[in-house]
């Protein structure tokens, strides 16, 4: 099967790629030189893609198996990378924890679960607030490495152009080493008790390793039968992130040489956040141009209607695996808004895959000054997002984590019982709390026990 792909340059339009332009285009950084940044997207249009229409296309095919049932998608990493862990060992931390987390829930509820990583490009993030002020001092918000500095300096906080250069190059590293940890034999099965090791003995990681000596057990087992190892060296896994720059995006845009389509050749797949998903809005018309699977998260406030209208927009033809809902409602919310949307929704006869996102609605500030959630009310979520879908009868698909494979302490509570004092010990986010490699284990075994109920 061919992968070449095609340029888009930016002056040009053969599928309606720059009519979000003359759109309203939220959370965009303002580019003090136009003309670098001119010449920053000329380079990027012409760069080696990040990824294939053809592994876009299989993520589709996937995603359509979790929409119906067949499948489970688990998406998790950092709510915002940073140039500076973009190296080896933590890429390698979030992979491992996605495994062991995918491992739990295969072995638990017996379904195929699809893998991908916030990972290779998430760089930017949505921002309440344009500035930012301290004990006076009133600058730009940091909107992540991809756009300016994290430093509270009039210097760090500038938007510099080049900054999208060095995610792309940045990206493009972390998707290699990607490739090379599911692909060169780290994620074979067979290897399931090496993931855990290093860790301090604890509930998750004694629960967990039970479990990797179950799979041993029926590996042995297949092993005397005379079966065939090959497909356990390796694993798929996809890379995601929020579509929010549009200078990036639409830079990195190629056309299939297969298909003729335009595909964002940033990551498999591109999602719009809750605060970009105006229907008339750039971001939900220039994502209705590409061929990618797509995501879009719905809050609290989304109605029926808003949802079906951007199924609408976002998928014409109705494919199955072409959209998915990532609802972020709350613990206290999600039992009484999202009844009504899935309802409607399926009613409409809408192919989607539905996805919970437990974090985004939890997000609260302890006593001593952190942003942070408590593990508690992200396992509510999930709790209710799964009720909801088996009062219906539809299908929960999938779980939207943001997480990390280090040993942080950002979310109150877990097995760990993190503490608002013990925040303090690990607090390394920029931007959001993540839950750290235990908690992460303890969600997956929760949620194995819900899909064996689904």
């Not at 399926?346 to 959630?373: C, F, L, Q």
Request: charged letters at 25%; aromatic letters at 6%.
């Amino acid at each position: 099967m061919s992968t070449a792909v095609d340029t888009v340059a930016p002056g040009t339009d053969p599928d309606g790629l720059d009519r979000f332009r003359g759109l309203e285009a939220r959370q965009q950084p303002v580019w003090p030189d136009p003309d670098r940044l001119a010449a920053v997207v000329a380079r990027l249009s012409v760069a080696a893609p990040l990824v294939v229409p053809a592994e876009a296309d299989t993520l589709t095919e996937r995603l359509a198996a979790a929409g119906r049932g067949e499948a489970f998608l688990l998406q998790g990493g950092d709510c915002a990378e940073t140039f500076a862990d973009a190296n080896a060992t933590r890429i390698r931390n979030k992979v491992r924890t996605i495994l062991q987390m995918a491992v739990v829930l295969t072995h638990g509820a017996s379904t195929p679960v699809v893998k991908m990583g916030r990972l290779a490009g998430q760089y930017a993030k949505p921002r309440s607030s344009d500035e930012e002020t301290r004990d006076g001092v009133t600058l730009p918000c940091y909107r992540g490495d991809m756009i300016n500095g994290h430093a509270f300096t009039p210097e760090s906080r500038i938007p510099d152009p080049a900054r999208l250069e060095q995610a792309y190059r940045i990206s493009a590293a972390t998707a290699n080493v990607v490739r090379g940890f599911t692909q060169g034999g780290y994620a074979d099965l067979r290897r399931v008790h090496e993931w855990n090791r290093g860790f301090m003995q604890n509930p998750a990681y004694a629960r967990y390793e039970r479990t990797a000596t179950e799979i041993d057990r029926a590996i042995r087992f297949m092993d005397a039968c005379g079966a065939d190892f090959d497909a356990l060296r390796t694993v798929e896994f996809f890379v995601s992130h929020e579509a929010l720059v549009l200078d990036y995006e639409r830079a990195l845009t190629r056309v299939d040489a297969r298909t003729a389509k335009p595909y964002g050749s940033s990551a498999h797949f591109l999602w719009i956040g809750e605060r970009t998903r105006q229907l008339d809005g750039a971001h939900v018309e220039f994502l209705s141009r590409l061929a990618n699977p797509i995501g879009v998260k719905l809050g609290p406030t989304t109605s029926p209607d808003d949802a079906i209208a951007l199924a609408r927009r976002l998928n014409p033809e109705n494919t199955e695996g072409r959209l998915t809902f990532i609802t972020r409602m709350g613990a206290g919310k999600v039992r009484d808004v999202l009844p009504d949307v899935v309802e409607k929704v399926t009613a409409a006869g809408v192919a989607v895959t539905w996805v919970t996102d437990p974090m985004h609605g939890n997000t609260i500030t302890s006593e001593s000054g952190y942003k942070t959630r408590r593990f508690t009310d992200v396992l509510d979520e999930v709790t209710g997002f799964f009720e909801v879908h088996r009062s219906l009868g539809t299908v929960p698909g999938g779980l939207h984590m943001e997480l990390t494979g280090d040993d942080v302490t950002e979310v109150l509570g877990g097995s760990e019982e993190i503490s608002d004092a013990g925040l303090a010990e690990r607090y390394e986010t920029l931007v959001d709390p993540r839950l750290n490699h235990q908690q992460s284990l303890e969600t997956a075994f929760q949620v194995a026990e819900m899909l064996t109920r689904r």
